[in-house]
């Protein structure tokens, strides 16, 4: 790294002449120490790169939140649970954007404007003069925490986790490596799960053998499946549809149970509430 000349040292003229070079090596607040004779350059510098930052910082910010408010990415949300899910994850990513824009927009444009040259030998100095910026960044942040906690944290998970009283009764068990269902109303036990849409079923599960995770993509659920414990989750299915429609419409283990762990699915099938209620009593 080229050795640095303190100002101070030189004359006007020369110090005139080596500013450029002087502002590509050190940085702000080294120069401000350095010589008054640049400290109005500095400052401009410094001026100039927070208007740059801000422009592009609030650019990209409105561009994406732009873009991820009218694009949805979420494949089909075929129950209640999946819609409060996505919707969390919205506004979360809403609430994220600027500070990802933000601190990306700073590292780049510091990248790209202030990169050494060469390879530096030593680090440079901290920064911990400007309490006023760690103040504003800490306290907006914890803020963000915060409210994310309470909204959509408790207020989606309230939600999420449905009614006392469910309509349906389903036990789910789970072995290497397949899923046995059974509902206990009718005695009735089937290789695929089957559900009524728009009512409210709880999901019970167990395991034979290992620990193995029900999850059901279609409607962003998923719970552990234990050995000699059991567990619940409820369910509202908002859309018909089967496995052969959309594959996401399965229960798929999802958690390493042994070799054949990713074989470990059964078709889901979600049916009009008549049509539930005629194939529940079938044999
Ligand atoms: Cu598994």
């Known amino acids: 790294m080229p050795s640095r000349q303190p100002a101070d040292k030189k004359t006007d003229d020369e110090a005139d002449n080596t500013t450029d070079n002087v502002e590509k090596q050190t940085l702000p607040q080294d120069k401000e120490k350095t010589s008054p004779s640049v400290k109005r350059p500095v400052l401009e510098n410094v001026k100039r790169d927070t208007v740059i930052i801000a422009t592009i910082w609030a650019v990209s910010t409105l561009v994406l939140e732009v873009l991820f408010t009218f694009v949805d990415p979420f494949p089909i949300k075929a129950a209640h649970q999946a819609e409060v899910s996505d919707n969390s994850f919205r506004i979360l990513t809403h609430m994220g954007l600027p500070v990802i824009t933000f601190t990306l927009t700073v590292l780049g444009y510091s990248i790209a404007r202030y990169r050494c040259p060469t390879f530096p030998l030593e680090d440079g100095p901290p920064l911990r003069q400007n309490t006023q910026v760690s103040t504003i960044w800490l306290g907006i942040t914890s803020v963000l925490c915060f409210v994310s906690v ?85 369910i509202t299915p908002i859309e018909t549809g089967s496995y052969k429609e959309d594959p996401l419409f399965r229960v798929q283990c999802a958690e390493l149970c042994g070799l054949n762990h990713t074989l470990m699915k059964i078709p889901v099938r979600v049916l009009e509430p008549d049509e539930f209620d005629k194939w529940l009593i079938d044999n």
């Open 150 to 234: 309470i909204y959509p944290g408790l207020t989606e998970l309230a939600e999420f986790r449905g009614d006392p009283v469910s309509d349906l009764r389903v036990d789910v068990t789970g072995l290497q490596f397949s899923w046995i269902v059974h509902y206990p109303d009718t005695d009735k036990t089937s290789t695929d799960l089957v559900l009524p849409k728009g009512r409210q079923v709880e999901l019970f599960t167990t395991s034979n053998d290992v620990v193995h995770s029900l999850w059901i993509p279609a409607f962003r659920t998923k719970i552990d499946a234990v050995p000699g414990r059991t567990n619940s989750m409820k």
